[in-house]
T-cell receptor, first 113, second 113 residues
Framework: DQQVKQNSPSLSVQEGRISILNCDYT??????FLWYKKYPAEGPTFLISISSIKDKNEDGRFTVFLNKSAKHLSLHIVPSQPGDSAVYFCAASAQTGANNLFFGTGTRLTVIP | EAQVTQNPRYLITVTGKKLTVTCSQNMNHEYMSWYRQDPGLGLRQIYY???????DKGDVPEGYKVSRKEKRNFPLILESPSPNQTSLYFC????????????FGNGTRLTVT
């Protein structure tokens, strides 16, 4: 039973445009959310996180939005660059006693020059 | 350089032949964890360790063992590998559990024939 879902396996975007990656979760106990980026032959690297007390967190070109009532978060990349082409994983945890991150299945982003 | 190092990167073995995948981190992290990544399933936690001599099962622990005798090392042991353990394995560490991002190794691709 997948508690974190990324329903789009792939996304293609033109360079300079906005990339929007979506993630849904089912567990209402989740209160900490992260995005990881993964290049081929490398491990995932942490990109940005958000706590449930916020609805937006921004870091340079990357912004994560959280809609708790809809159990939905999204990652916006503006402007998209070819180097952003990677697989993006959404992850979630319940901070209290958290010992595990639950990951989505990933979305492969391709930024076309 | 702060990193999580896994070895080997690639491993092909036969059913029933015991193997160990090593993991070492140089960041003095308390928390370490093993994940496996399979198509359509994302990353799933196998085992985790809160500190030296403290380990516990994740979501998919069957067929695996771990040990944490030193803070920096967290080996994954397959006593009798089977073909359904063919997967991409990632070791990860973080300063503490909860809202502390995981740092991942570059992965070990295991094939069991």
């Amino acid at each position: 039973d997948q508690q974190v879902k990324q329903n789009s396996p792939s996304l293609s975007v033109q360079e300079g445009r906005i990339s929007i990656l979506n993630c849904d979760y089912t567990n209402s106990m989740f209160d900490y959310f992260l995005w990881y980026k993964k290049y081929p032959a490398e491990g995932p690297t942490f990109l940005i996180s958000i706590s449930s007390i916020k609805d937006k967190n921004e870091d340079g070109r990357f912004t994560v939005f959280l809609n708790k009532s809809a159990k939905h978060l999204s990652l916006h990349i503006v402007p998209s660059q070819p180097g952003d082409s990677a697989v993006y994983f959404c992850a979630a945890s319940a901070q209290t006693g958290a010992n595990n991150l639950f990951f989505g299945t990933g979305t492969r982003l391709t930024v076309i020059p | 350089e702060a990193q999580v190092t896994q070895n080997p990167r690639y491993l092909i073995t036969v059913t029933g032949k015991k193997l160990t995948v090593t993991c070492s981190q140089n960041m003095n992290h308390e928390y370490m964890s093993w994940y496996r990544q399979d198509p359509g399933l994302g990353l799933r936690q196998i085992y985790y360790s809160m500190n030296v001599e403290v380990t516990d099962k994740g979501d998919v622990p069957e067929g695996y063992k771990v040990s944490r005798k030193e803070k920096r090392n967290f080996p994954l042991i397959l006593e009798s590998p089977s073909p359904n353990q063919t997967s991409l394995y990632f070791c990860a560490s973080s300063l503490r559990r909860g809202n502390s991002p995981l740092h991942f190794g570059n992965g070990t691709r295991l094939t069991v024939t």
